[in-house]
């Protein structure tokens, strides 16, 4: 089943069609529908949900999934009801509505979750404010249950008035705030998951609203120098894992696609490629822009991708954590064989492996979650064995009762027909006996695996801290690196500045002693022209003495 695709087009404003975005005529080949600016939102619900089959696939025990895609004021929000004046009449107020009309007077369990993810962080919007605790929200996976939140709260309802009071007191805790690049809520994606479980049967449907496609258009190195390593994280993986599941669908074998990129794709294993069924809105603003085109691009790579969405019973779901035991064991072979990461100490001489620890730790862990899925399959055995035992015991005593009506025999044949039952009870005690003692075995060490599993996470807790630890002295060597850099750079304008000033006053001293040899020719000139005239004078009086009349 492949992943359908949805493109809503807000109305131009102040009525100019001209510049008003139009989807290409390629785009009719993989848009499953196109909802014009006239469409409303019970419009839109009606086509993706009702006529898309999500909500009764999702009340059958499939998981269900709606992902909305679009740049930032294209009318996510309030397609999704995510604002106060539009909350009863967007799509998440709608699903509430059909859930308990539909499952009145039927078992069932609901519970909903509610989380943003911003810069890489999740914040629960639905914790209780006066609770004082330090858990936090993380993405986790194991066998069993798959990509799932750690610590994520998740409130019973059982009302869609209910629904609706948990939405508003979700809507009120999230970011607002103005930053240096923005509105927080531009960068952030929002998650509400609705978790059902009836007769045998779990499934969730699961929501998100995802951040501006705005920030895919800029070059993803220039993001990451302007906003750091973490803002724009998730939309940019975001378009890398469609990218990939899309080249995939084309290769064969199918290559293998890597979720672990941002927390973001780490949650959409299922919705993408997985166990759900799927439905993609891709919201546009009505005049084109640039980021239009990279959704409409980013739209046609999700249509590609096909999901195998199934029924999710107990022996489906005992299948699949076999399955995801045995992908993890061989994504940690894989993750073990690859180079580890170095970083040097405080001196600069030193390197050693980061995580080298950690991936031990989750593969013993992935290996202990698989003795226990196996421990699981030997008590399903068991009981299998035992069940058989009850149906040869049942069939005994029916044949026995059956030997009795039609036995005539001597007092011999009866003692011995009574002696081979009470051999007969006496096994099957012998084998109740042997099942109780295997059970409670099996029990006692599935508990002491589930120790094992829980001083490993916190292992592995630990050695993620240390690398966290060690990233952040790489960064802060990095950045007095870049501050002498910088230091290094200033000086050098300097000695600059101070060579040119040197050869500037050398060249005014040549032209002083210049001046200087030219006031000692001068004056020794004038040396030479006083001492001739003080010879001509000393020749006049000479003369002057020894001829007076010439006075």
């Not at 294209?74 to 604002?83: A, D, I, P, R």
């Not at 059956?402 to 036995?407: A, H, I, R, T």
């Not at 200087?516 to 020749?539: C, F, G, P, R, W």
Request: aromatic share 6%; hydrophobic share 35%; glycine share 4%.
């Amino acid at each position: 089943m492949r992943v359908k695709v949805h493109a809503r087009l807000q109305p131009p404003r102040n009525g100019d069609v001209d510049q008003a975005f139009h989807p290409s005529p390629l785009s009719n080949s993989f848009l499953a529908s196109v909802l014009g600016p006239d469409k409303r939102n019970p419009d839109v619900y009606r086509t993706i949900a009702i006529s898309g089959d999500l909500v009764n696939k999702f009340l059958s025990g499939f998981n269900a999934t709606l992902i909305v895609l679009g740049e930032s004021g294209s009318g996510k929000s309030h397609t999704l009801g995510l604002e106060r004046r539009t909350l009863e009449d967007g799509f998440l107020y709608s699903i509430f509505s059909d859930l308990f009309g539909t499952m009145r007077g039927r078992t069932g369990r609901f519970e909903v979750s509610m989380t943003e993810l911003y810069s890489e962080t999740f914040r629960d919007l639905l914790r209780s404010q006066t609770v004082q605790t330090s858990d936090v929200v993380d993405v986790e996976e194991d066998a069993v249950r798959g990509p799932w939140m750690r610590n994520l709260t998740r409130v019973p309802v059982d009302s869609r008035d209910q629904c609706r009071d948990l939405c508003l007191e979700g809507l009120e805790r999230r970011r607002d705030e103005e930053r240096e690049f923005g509105s927080v809520r531009n960068f952030t994606t929002l998650i509400v998951m609705i978790h059902m479980s009836q007769l045998g049967l779990s499934s969730t449907f699961t929501v998100f609203c995802l951040a501006g496609a705005e920030r895919l258009v800029a070059s993803s190195d220039a993001l990451r120098l302007r906003e750091g390593p973490h803002l724009s994280n998730a939309i940019l993986k975001f378009e890398r894992l469609v990218t990939d599941l899309a080249e995939s669908m084309s290769t064969t074998p199918r290559q293998v696609v890597q979720y672990d990129g941002s927390k973001l794709t780490q949650l959409l294993v299922d919705a993408l490629g997985g166990n759900s069924v799927t439905h993609v809105l891709c919201t546009f603003k009505p005049e084109s822009s640039p980021a239009a085109d990279t959704v409409m691009r980013i739209a046609q790579h999700i249509a590609q991708i096909e999901n195998f969405p199934i029924e999710n019973t107990e022996d489906a779901k005992s299948l699949m954590a076999q399955y995801r035991s045995a992908v993890q064991y061989y994504k940690t072979e894989r993750a073990s064989r690859e180079p580890v990461a170095v970083y040097g100490d405080d001196r600069g001489d030193t390197q050693r492996p980061i995580g080298t620890s950690q991936f031990a730790a989750k593969d013993h862990s992935l290996q202990l979650e698989r003795d226990i899925v196996k421990l699981r399959e030997r008590n399903m055995r068991l009981e299998v064995n035992v069940s058989k035992l009850k149906q040869q015991h049942d069939a005994t005593m029916q044949e026995k009762a059956k030997v009795s009506s039609e036995l005539v025999g001597s007092e011999e044949e009866k003692l011995k027909l009574a002696q081979t039952l009470i051999d007969m009870q006496l096994d099957r005690n012998q084998s109740d006996k042997e099942t109780i003692e295997q059970r409670h075995q099996l029990e006692t060490e599935i508990l002491q695996l589930k120790d094992e599993i829980e001083v490993l996470r916190e292992d592995v807790k630990r050695a993620a801290q240390r690398a966290e630890n060690a990233e952040m002295q790489h960064q802060e060597i990095d950045v007095n690196h870049q501050e002498l850099r910088d230091e290094h750079i200033a000086l050098n304008a300097n000695y600059v500045n101070l060579r040119q000033e040197l050869q500037d006053e050398q060249k005014k001293n040549e032209e002083l002693g210049m001046e200087v040899i030219n006031l000692v020719n001068t004056k020794a000139a004038l040396m030479d022209q006083n001492h001739q005239y003080k010879s001509e004078a000393d020749k006049l009086k000479v003369l002057c003495f020894f001829s007076p009349t010439l006075l």
